[in-house]
């Protein structure tokens, strides 16, 4: 297994004591010493200086760039305090874009986590060919988000799409997907529900397998049946996932913009803005007409805020709620 | 009680018995994964697996057909038609730069991956079994990290880019993806508990230096967790799009990129746009149909521990 390429050194392979030869303190010695001490932090060190300059200090200097008029080609110019953040909280489609973002991340986390509990539920049973089924689940994960907008934004064409044709067939009339609020933020939401669903059954489902079976044991001896140990013993179980998975979505789910963005060929959010997010009004800030890194700075520290905001609210929320359901009578599943 | 529970006929009469007491209740024995399959649990899933296949297949019938067509059937024929062929032609000899993409897709992703696993090994390497000042709470910080949405740096990331005259060049996409909190985390969790103490020091005994351990002793035994973190930091690389999108432009794009773009130039000619789109999909279904299984046993894996 192992195989040396030292020449080794000159004396017996002890059980292994410090380095320490008493017979030879010389420059290997030292180098061997500054070897063990050093090496540790030599191999973590990768990752520490590539995420202060490419995690930490861009978030830092986003709060200075955001004091700053700052063009995207003239670069930096004067500072102007809070005057970015004021200027953004006036602008109506800044809170166009706030309102839009939370009615497609609850209407693609909430149904999401339902669904993906609810498959888990069906893969963990005694299946035949049980690997072909969970890859079944996850093939939509590979593909890309724009790829995904793509295709549904087809499927979901007003006029000469899929689904309202089916609609049609069945005797119902068209849904403007396109127009109205609510059903563009109804079909991004499929979008991404579509590609994240199976991955995260995939982690439900691990989860559920690792719940004792004793437990479930436990309570057909009390006469339970299969509704009532799925509420009274799996979902109480898996309550760290959920909350896991709640707090990934949800750092996912605000920064949207690959399925908005691409859900017609213009990429605005549609002619009232029906479905612009804060990540696509921050790039059109930085990057559109406008050219002002400091307004789009702004926004990106105003929505980091509500990330840690709803991540919090989320935690305690979710805690709560699923100590909630866990049952009162009966047995408590021991954490 | 009437009758006595399952479980006590088991426990009495033997499994035979419980098993056909339990067919007449139409209750199932056991629990979870014990459970046998009924059919209503394969229809279910047949019909899953319906979702996630029709809309790709969706994107593969209108890629083989054309704009006419497409315009006069909402509702593609089950068969493909003959035109997919003719379509990628047109796909290739658009000014979208479709090679140079899907070239640039390549590069990106494999670089991306190939450094992912080098450094997250390297450091996992030393978080799981080595010891030194400050492990404890250095790990914790990188745990942290991955609650920080890093995308939201991104106006002072392109002004770097822009001072380094990055901007429209791979490295800005590759280098500020090196190495990730999730992959230093994972291989981390992985080598605890599959590397024993004893190697390293039988490597330390024999002589070896710290690099000469990870490299002879800490890389074979990390093999298994490393493919795996490729797949996953290949899949998320290829289907990347907001910074690559921001940083490279339309002059040189990865592919999803390129496939915007032909979304906004050709948005009446929808076989041209699904031709795109099917050949950017086809290169991780095959991926996918080769090594799914090692992303899925991926995911369960990560989500037990996490």
């Known amino acids: 297994m ?25 420059l290997r010695q030292k180098l061997g010493r500054w070897d063990v001490k050093l090496s540790p932090y030599l191999y973590i060190s990768p990752f520490f ?34 005057d970015n953040f004021a200027f953004v909280l006036q602008q109506p489609n800044f809170w166009r874009a706030l309102r839009n973002t939370f009615s497609i991340f609850l209407l693609s986390s909430v149904p999401q986590i339902f669904v993906a509990i609810i498959l888990a ?35 979901f064409a007003d006029q000469s799409g899929m689904i309202n044709t089916i609609l049609n067939n069945i005797g119902l009339d068209s849904i403007r997907w396109h127009a109205d609020v609510l059903s563009s933020h109804f079909a991004i939401a499929t979008m991404v529900n579509f590609r994240w669903i199976g991955y995260n059954t995939l982690i439900f489902l691990a989860a559920m397998q690792a719940v004792p079976r004793d437990l479930y044991e436990a309570a057909i001896l ?7 140990q799925f509420f009274s013993i799996t979902v109480p179980m898996l309550r760290p996932t959920i909350i896991f998975v709640v707090v990934t979505s949800t750092i996912g789910g605000l920064q949207i913009f690959d399925e908005p963005r691409m859900f017609d060929q213009f990429g605005q959010g549609g002619a009232d803005r029906q ?7 921050l790039y059109e800030l930085g990057w559109g007409a406008q050219k002002s890194f400091g307004r789009a700075a702004a926004v990106a520290w105003i929505l980091f805020l509500i990330i840690v905001a709803v991540g919090v609210i989320n935690f305690s929320l979710t805690r709560r709620i699923s100590t909630d359901t866990a049952p009162k009578s009966g047995r408590k599943a021991k954490r | 009680m009437s009758a006595p529970s399952i479980p006590v006929i088991q426990q009495t009469a033997g499994r035979g018995a419980a098993r056909a007491a339990a ?69 290739l000899d658009s000014d979208i730069q479709f090679w140079k ?17 080098l450094f997250s090994t390297l450091a996992g390497f030393s978080f799981a079994k080595l010891r030194f000042r400050g492990r404890g709470p250095l790990l914790v910080f990188v745990i942290a990290t991955m609650a920080v949405p890093t995308q939201l740096g991104i106006v002072p990331l392109f002004i770097v880019m822009s001072k380094l005259g990055w901007t429209g060049k791979l490295t800005a996409v590759v280098v500020p993806g090196m190495v990730t909190a999730f992959g230093v985390f994972w291989m981390t969790q992985y080598l605890e508990s599959a590397l024993p ?63 915007q773009l032909l979304q906004s130039t050709y948005f009446k000619d929808m076989a041209l746009i699904m031709a795109g789109v099917t050949l950017s999909v086809v290169p991780l279904v095959v991926v996918f149909i080769f090594a799914g299984r090692q992303l899925v046993a991926g995911i369960m894996q990560g989500a037990v521990k996490g």
Do not use: C
Not at chain 1, 222 to 228: E, P, S, V
Not at chain 1, 275 to 281: A, C, D, P
Not at chain 2, 54 to 63: D, R, T
Not at chain 2, 237 to 257: D, E, K, M, Q, R
């Open chain 1, 2 to 26: 192992t195989t040396s390429t030292t020449p080794h050194l000159d004396r017996r392979p002890s059980p292994p004591t410090r380095d320490r030869d008493p017979r030879r303190v010389g």
């Open chain 1, 49 to 82: 200086i590539l995420f202060a300059i490419v995690g930490l200090f861009p978030l830092a200097y986003t709060a200075y760039v955001s004091m700053h008029k700052w063009h995207l080609i003239g670069g930096e110019g004067a500072f102007v305090g809070f």
């Open chain 1, 121 to 155: 539920a069906v893969l963990d049973a005694n299946l035949r060919a049980r690997t072909f089924w969970r890859m079944g689940v996850l093939l939509p994960y590979v593909v890309a988000p724009v790829a995904v907008s793509l295709i549904f934004s087809k499927l």
């Open chain 1, 222 to 228: 009390d006469g339970a049946a299969r509704m009532r």
């Open chain 1, 275 to 281: 479905w612009l997010t804060v990540t696509m009004y």
């Open chain 2, 23 to 91: 067919r007449r209740r139409h209750i199932s024995t056991g629990a979870g994964s014990d459970r046998r399959a009924g059919w209503v649990t394969y229809v279910i899933l047949a019909f899953v697996l319906v979702i996630s296949a029709y809309p790709l297949y969706y994107a593969f019938l209108l890629a083989s057909s054309n704009a006419g067509t497409i315009a006069q059937n909402p509702i593609p024929s089950l068969l493909p038609h003959g035109e997919f062929f003719d379509n990628v032609k047109r796909v």
């Open chain 2, 101 to 117: 993409a899907f070239r640039n897709s390549v590069i990106v992703a494999v670089l991306t991956s190939a450094s992912v696993v």
């Open chain 2, 197 to 259: 103490y004893e190697l390293i020091e039988a490597a330390r005994v024999d002589g070896a230096s710290m690099i000469q351990t990870f490299y002879h002793v800490a890389v074979p035994a990390a093999r298994p967790a490393a493919s795996m973190l490729a797949l996953f930091t290949f899949v998320g690389s290829w289907t990347s799009f907001f910074w690559p999108f921001i940083v490279l432009g339309s002059s040189n794009p990865t592919l999803p990129v390129a496939v």
